[in-house]
């Protein structure tokens, strides 16, 4: 099975504070990268623009990525609706030292 790679573009809502939202993020990522199946979890802030911000996972697959969103604390920060999502886009790595189709 091949990983499952993420990029994913989300903004702070407006009236949301920028550093708390930071600082969910900061902490999702902490405790996403001890989930089982999860390879990589950053998250990364704009410098030009911080209201946005772009998380890059690694996953094992589709379950993994699916049973993150059942987490405690994945459901936490949602809940919190800090953020909405711009975009998500799955993707293959197809470099040499990833795997891909060489």
């Known amino acids: 099975m091949s990983r499952l790679w993420i990029s994913a573009g989300i903004s702070v809502q407006d009236g949301a504070d920028v550093e708390e939202a930071r600082k969910a993020l900061a902490g999702l990522a902490k405790e996403t990268v001890k989930e089982p199946g999860c390879f990589k979890f950053d998250v990364l ?55 891909g189709l060489v």
């Open 45 to 99: 802030q704009s410098r030009e623009n911080p209201k946005h911000f772009m998380l890059w996972e690694c996953w094992q697959g589709e379950a993994a990525l699916k049973a993150h969103f059942e987490m405690p604390h994945t459901k936490a920060v949602l809940d919190r609706n800090l953020t909405s999502v711009r975009y998500v886009e799955r993707l293959t790595d197809v470099s040499l030292k990833g795997g």
